[in-house]
T-cell receptor, first 113, second 113 residues
Framework: KAGVTQTPRYLIKTRGQQVTLSCSPI?????VSWYQQTPGQGLQFLFE???????NKGNFPGRFSGRQFSNSRSEMNVSTLELGDSALYLC????????????FGPGTRLTVL | GNSVTQMEGPVTLSEEAFLTINCTYT??????LFWYVQYPGEGLQLLLK?????DKGSNKGFEATYRKETTSFHLEKGSVQVSDSAVYFC????????????FGSGTRLQVQP
């Protein structure tokens, strides 16, 4: 069974631009979560989607948003990019609403210049 | 709030040495506890987990026991290999069905031949 896939793997943007990252969960998984990993702040939870509904949101500004489609694929969007948004963005999927084990993708490395 | 504290790295060991990486947590409620591993350039892989007090998670020779009385979940391995070199993250989720992982800062392990 294929794992979690994320596209693109690498991205370079400039300040003020916006970016959209994509995540395809493991087949059959209905929950998708997003995390930001930076050297300074470590791994931080962004948001979680289940059945196209946002169930939980971390402490990030409104410039960070996401959505989930009916096939469970998810996208996250960051608008008005700042230098501090440079990070590895990780997507994780889990089977259902009451399972706590998450499987991570390889991440998208975003660099903001 | 919830938090996870890990020992500072890097931890440098010779091949076949015994490994301990300390992890303690603070949580409201009864968390599930996890160890994730991140190899260079990759996302996170679930290493092991434990969902209630006194449970022992184990995988690939690694073990960790959920100690409620000391709020700890230390990772151990009896004989490390060069291929174990990676960054190890301790994490928790609460048992409310919300899968937002709270991570520790990570501990880099370097195993020398």
């Amino acid at each position: 069974k294929a794992g979690v896939t994320q596209t693109p793997r690498y991205l370079i943007k400039t300040r003020g631009q916006q970016v959209t990252l994509s995540c395809s969960p493991i087949s059959g998984h209905r929950s998708v979560s997003w995390y930001q990993q930076t050297p300074g702040q470590g791994l931080q939870f962004l948001f979680e989607y289940f059945s196209e509904t946002q169930r939980n949101k971390g402490n990030f500004p409104g410039r960070f948003s996401g959505r989930q489609f009916s096939n469970s694929r998810s996208e996250m969007n960051v608008s008005t990019l700042e230098l501090g948004d440079s990070a590895l963005y990780l997507c994780a999927s889990s089977l259902a609403a009451n399972t706590d084990t998450q499987y991570f993708g390889p991440g998208t490395r975003l660099t903001v210049l | 709030g919830n938090s996870v504290t890990q020992m500072e790295g890097p931890v440098t060991l010779s091949e076949e040495a015994f490994l301990t990486i300390n992890c303690t947590y603070t949580a409201t409620g009864y968390p599930s506890l996890f160890w994730y591993v991140q190899y260079p350039g990759e996302g996170l892989q679930l290493l092991l987990k434990a969902t209630k007090a006194d449970d022992k998670g184990s995988n690939k020779g690694f073990e960790a026991t959920y100690r409620k009385e000391t709020t700890s979940f230390h990772l151990e391995k009896g004989s490390v290999q060069v291929s174990d070199s990676a960054v190890y993250f301790c994490a928790l989720t609460l048992d409310t069905g919300r899968r937002a992982l709270t991570f520790g800062s990570g501990t880099r392990l370097q195993v020398q031949p």
